[in-house]
């Protein structure tokens, strides 16, 4: 039995910070962000909007063409949560107005949440072969304010449809994973901040990803000749990259030649947004899907998911007939086009109005821009969401 993504979303702010701006704010070359990190601009999130708005705002643009009744799990990824306790889902599954006879949980692992939420919905589609799960990776990554990381923040949330003969791209049950518990990059509960060392995370990466590969090249004896494209997990687009160039000189030079290409056609998305973490291998794949004219149905593309702490996993899946009438390209394109571009002096005011961690009432700036699902604040230690 076939199974996979049937469907895909994509959200992200309505506001973003141009990097070369940020770069000379901060006193640092532009081309240091934009060619030697990879950013060139960055979501930034209004307080109105946090994981659950973002989540939602990313389902509905196909939660009304699919068929609800057959919907048995709804799934958030993030690692930006908004309680200690009670997951996101919940609140996305009441705000999409979803049946309530369904299995509703938040996953944390770092950027690998998206994706342990995915093979958590692959199997139990595999159970249920007559149902359907829903998937939503969201997060804001927050570094601070002139921080190492600030250049890879970045805010948004994709969603996907797990079913049976899916419409888009198999998931083959074909993983190869790994875990370890290390401190590269972390975020205790008393800070909305992410620490990170950044070196290191890197190097970690780079680690994850070589040992991974080389358990699937090993259990499925497939190699990258074999595949159409390789998607990463993106906290910054030359990431990726720097783990690819590690195994791709073994490859003939037409291999090399494509994984490059596509590899590039995944980025684009990547580098308007920035990190967002959970649902940042799953915007480089829709960044592919809607910018490559040179993939077709049966292509089998390759998966690395990263998440911080530490799990890596490399899986593979295909593409489908008529996959690309399931795509929004245009939408996409549209709304990175239409988003409002803040100066830096802004998006620090933006990036500080945030909901605080703290017991007393907040109001958010319900004025901003939001898409269609919004948080008004806090009451009495309660947040209030609307739908538009
Ligand atoms: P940094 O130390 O400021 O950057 O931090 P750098 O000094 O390493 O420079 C970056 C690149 O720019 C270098 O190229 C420089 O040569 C180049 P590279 O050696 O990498 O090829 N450069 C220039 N290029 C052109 N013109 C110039 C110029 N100057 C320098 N003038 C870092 C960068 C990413 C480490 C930092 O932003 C950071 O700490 N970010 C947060 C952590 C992170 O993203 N880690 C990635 C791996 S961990 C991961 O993916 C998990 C994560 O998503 C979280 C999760 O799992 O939840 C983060």
């Known amino acids: 039995m076939k199974i996979g993504i049937d469907r895909l979303g994509l959200y992200s702010p309505n506001y973003y910070v141009d990097l070369a701006e940020l770069a000379t704010a ?61 997951s996101g889902a919940v609140i996305i599954q009441n705000l999409l107005q979803l049946p309530k006879h369904v299995r509703t949980y938040e996953i944390k692992q770092a950027c690998y949440g998206g994706t342990a939420g995915l093979m958590a919905a692959r199997d139990y589609v595999a159970a249920h072969p007559d149902r359907t799960a829903l998937v939503i990776a969201a997060d804001i990554a927050r570094y601070g304010l002139a921080s190492g990381g600030e250049v890879t923040q970045g805010a948004g949330a994709v969603a996907m449809l797990i079913s049976a003969d899916p419409k888009i791209m198999t998931i083959e049950d074909d993983s190869a994973f790994l875990s370890d518990d290390i401190m590269d990059f972390w975020r205790p509960v008393y800070t909305d901040l992410a620490l990170a060392k950044g070196k290191y995370s890197t190097e970690k990466y780079i680690e994850f990803f070589q040992q991974a590969w080389a358990e699937y090249k090993q259990s499925t004896g497939l190699d990258l000749a074999d ?94 007939e008529g996959y690309a009438t399931y795509l929004n390209k245009d939408g996409h394109l549209q709304h990175l086009n239409d988003r409002k571009k803040l100066s830096v002096a802004e998006y620090e005011t933006m990036f500080n109005s945030k909901v605080p961690y703290a017991a007393a009432d907040f109001a958010t700036d319900t004025t901003l821009n939001t898409g269609k699902f919004q948080l008004t604040g806090v009451v009495d230690q309660e947040r209030k969401y609307v739908r538009l």
């Open 227 to 320: 595949f159409a494209a390789i998607n990463c997990h993106l906290p910054y687009t030359k990431m990726g990259m720097k783990a690819l160039k590690t195994v791709l000189p073994d490859e003939d030079e037409q291999t090399q030649a494509r994984i490059n290409a596509r590899y590039a056609e995944s980025t684009n998305y990547s580098r308007r947004i920035g990190n967002i973490y959970t649902g940042s291998l799953y915007l480089a794949l829709i960044s592919l899907l809607e910018s490559s004219t040179d993939l077709h149905a049966g292509d089998r593309l390759g998966m690395f998911s990263y998440g911080s702490g530490a799990v890596g996993e490399f899986y593979s899946g295909f593409l489908q």
């Open 26 to 86: 901060r006193g640092v070359d532009p081309n240091k962000f934009i060619i030697g990190i990879g950013q060139s601009e960055q979501a930034v999130p209004p307080a109105a909007e946090d994981v659950v708005t973002m989540g939602a705002n990313a389902a509905s643009e196909f939660i009304d063409d699919i068929d609800q009744s057959k919907l048995g799990m709804v799934i958030l990824g993030t690692e930006t949560g908004i309680d200690a306790s009670k």
